[in-house]
């Protein structure tokens, strides 16, 4: 199959295409066609571009780990999927990914697509929501009535989050850029700030939980707003940099 990857020497960010054996499904994976691909723009820096799993180094790595395809095979104990589904989902960083003709992936990695979602939305989703899940469900701890302030909710992981924050029956309240605003509302914000004209320290207290996906000194400012036993989570600040008192 046809696949862009990492140059043949270790280390290499030289990305290009390359023709590799198609690859088969172990027993609980299944073998995806792919169609779409999400990209993430810093991964080629990391240690899983460059590294296998036991620490030797790693070359022609096949970047990519969100996809959208349909099911070509599956594995000896795969039961969730039959060839012809349609899924997306991720795969692991240390397997090949998904830029590329096909990739692998376990079952409980991928999920059925919804047919009113095509292949390029659906592509783009895994990774943003499930940092906007684990950031505010695992470590925000958000719970229906919470009011929860996200910085930087108009990109990609910030709209994820406000939908999330509904979905669990929280008060949403958007910093974010005014271009994003209609879309913020129509996703259930009942307030949305825009960041370039409303410093959100000026507008808000009485936080349960702030969101911040933007970093530099969002903590710093949020903090003071926070409700005795508040919580903060950034998916964004520099931790040797971010300070907060
Ligand atoms: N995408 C992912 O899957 C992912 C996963 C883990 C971590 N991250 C990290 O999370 C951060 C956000 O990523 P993203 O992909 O969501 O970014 P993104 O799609 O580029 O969105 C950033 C959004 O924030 C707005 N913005 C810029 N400065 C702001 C400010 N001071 N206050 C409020 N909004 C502001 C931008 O508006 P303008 O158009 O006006 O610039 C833009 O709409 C990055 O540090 C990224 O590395 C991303």
């Known amino acids: 199959m046809k696949a862009f990857a990492l140059g043949s020497k270790a280390g290499s960010f030289d990305l290009r295409e390359i023709d590799i054996a198609d690859p088969s499904p172990s027993t609980d994976q299944v073998l995806v066609r792919v169609h779409a691909v999400g990209v993430t723009p810093t991964e080629l820096l990391w240690y899983s571009s460059t590294h296998n799993k036991d620490g030797s180094a790693r070359a022609n790595a096949v970047p990519g780990h969100e996809f959208s395809g349909i099911v070509e095979s599956i594995g000896s104990q795969a039961t969730d999927f039959v060839p012809g589904d349609a899924v997306f989902g991720m795969n692991d960083w240390f397997l090949d990914g998904a830029t590329a003709d096909f990739c692998v992936a376990s079952e409980k990695d991928i999920v059925a ?16 929501a499930l940092t906007g899940w684990q950031g505010l469900v ?8 919470d009011r929860v302030l996200i910085v930087g909710a108009g990109g990609s992981v910030g709209l994820m989050a406000v939908q ?15 271009s994003q605003a209609d879309t913020l509302k129509e996703l259930g914000c009942e307030h949305v700030l825009d960041y370039k004209t409303q410093a959100f320290e000026d507008h808000l207290k009485d936080l349960d939980v702030v969101f911040d996906a933007i970093g530099s000194d969002t903590l710093a400012r949020a903090k003071p707003l926070l409700v005795e036993g508040g919580r903060m989570v950034t998916i964004a600040a520099d931790p040797k940099t971010a300070t907060i008192r």
């Open 113 to 128: 697509k919804p047919a009113s979602l095509s292949h390029t939305d659906a592509a783009a989703i895994p990774i943003a």
């Open 164 to 178: 999330i924050a509904v979905m669990h029956g929280c008060r949403v309240i958007a910093s974010a850029s005014p």
């Open 138 to 145: 695992d470590h925000g701890r958000i719970k229906a009535g």
